[in-house]
């Protein structure tokens, strides 16, 4: 239904026709009149009567829903926004006399140098300098520095900070003197946008009834924000033919998602897969992109800030890349020259040691290895 709106002088003004007309004698309706006076707060009544009716209206249609008023659409079908996720990656904590042990422990607090982003250390059992038993990393006598997993102590894009943004320790530490993180600290993300919510529900509600490709990108886009996946019918893992049998690649863009995470996502397509079908879930087979460029910036160009970033430009460009994503070599040219103004030339291009663009396949992700910018 479409509502026709009016603005207060049209209101004012049907008011005033509909009295004059009923009147047998000429009304006073000038400015300053008690009877325009009336009309008009009555226009002003009807105004607001009018915006409440817009407002109810926009609230009632997932589309022309806002914020809390998606969600709670949503609740309805138990459909549920995907939240913010923190960001995370190793920082160095460092010391100028390495003569006596020391411990970082697990829950210190490092900081930007702003003092506007917090980060929280954590325990990371792939790291040899990490002790169960002392629940911190031990950082021995004569070794200088040890690196540490940290995450975000708030979640969402905000996180996300370049190399060496880390500086600050938010309290003293014995036998530590200095932290930094030599590597961005990436991963975070902020709650799903209204836009992708929308979007999303529309897949999760097209999915409901059927055991298909949208139902079961529906159960594993549920499942985080940030994941990319494909659905190949009627192959094996071995990508050999086997009817009934489907294979779900799946990627967080690190290129070797956890084991928790392929568990999660084998439930999530259990859960709507056709009855009387098998199925793999599995993690991308990566192919390293190995880029290798040489710029040339204007002469009043910091080149060394040019370099910098190109180099986050193209490493955030592929970590980005979906499972099956082709990188395009000719698209590393564009990528340079919109990260900085200040770049007149590209030479000596090259991706994997060629000018030909890396297909993966569609068990496959490109990302990123080795990135040189000169």
């Not at 000596?348 to 297909?359: F, K, P, R, Y």
Request: proline fraction near 3%.
């Amino acid at each position: 239904m479409k509502l026709s709106l009016q603005n207060f002088s049209t209101l004012v003004e049907g008011m005033a026709a509909s009295v004059q007309g009923a009147a047998t004698t000429l009304l006073d309706l000038t400015v300053g009149s008690v009877l325009r006076a009336i009309l008009e707060a009555n226009a002003a009544m009807a105004l607001w009567m009018q915006w409440l009716i817009v407002q109810t209206l926009s609230t009632t249609r997932l589309a022309t829903s806002s914020g809390a008023d998606c969600d709670s659409f949503g609740a309805d079908f138990g459909f549920t926004r995907l939240p913010a996720v923190t960001a995370s990656g190793q920082v160095a904590f460092s010391r100028f006399t390495p003569s006596l042990q020391a411990l970082i422990p697990v829950g210190s607090s490092v900081t930007t140098a702003a003092n506007t982003q917090s980060f929280l250390v954590i325990a990371d059992l792939t790291n040899p300098a990490y002790s169960a038993v002392q629940n911190g990393y031990v950082l021995a006598a004569n070794i200088a520095s040890v690196n540490a997993l940290v995450v975000a102590s708030v979640a969402g894009a905000a996180g996300n900070v370049q190399p060496g943004a880390v500086s600050l320790l938010s309290s003293a530490i014995a036998g530590v003197d200095m932290v930094s993180n030599p590597a961005a600290l990436t991963g975070g993300l902020d709650a799903e946008s209204d836009t992708a919510f929308k979007a999303r529900f529309g897949t999760y509600l097209a999915g409901l009834s059927k055991a298909t490709n949208v139902a079961i990108g529906g159960a594993v886009s549920a499942i985080m924000q940030g994941l990319s996946y494909s659905v190949v019918e009627n192959v094996n893992q071995a990508q050999e033919m086997q009817m009934g049998h489907f294979v779900v690649t799946v990627d967080d863009g690190s290129g070797n998602p956890s084991a928790n995470l392929l568990a999660t996502v084998q439930q999530a397509v259990d859960a709507v897969r056709p009855v009387g079908t098998s199925f793999a879930v599995q993690g991308p087979v990566v192919t390293l992109a190995n880029i290798a460029m040489t710029l040339t910036t204007d002469g009043s160009a910091d080149h060394a800030q040019a370099v910098a970033a190109v180099q986050v430009a193209v490493a955030d460009y592929i970590a980005a890349l979906p499972v099956g994503g082709v990188l395009s070599y000719t698209r590393l040219a564009q990528l340079a020259y919109d990260a900085a103004n200040s770049i007149t030339n590209i030479s000596g291009l090259l991706l994997n040691g060629a000018v030909t663009d890396v297909v993966p396949g569609s068990f496959g992700a490109v990302r990123a290895g080795v990135i040189t910018v000169s």
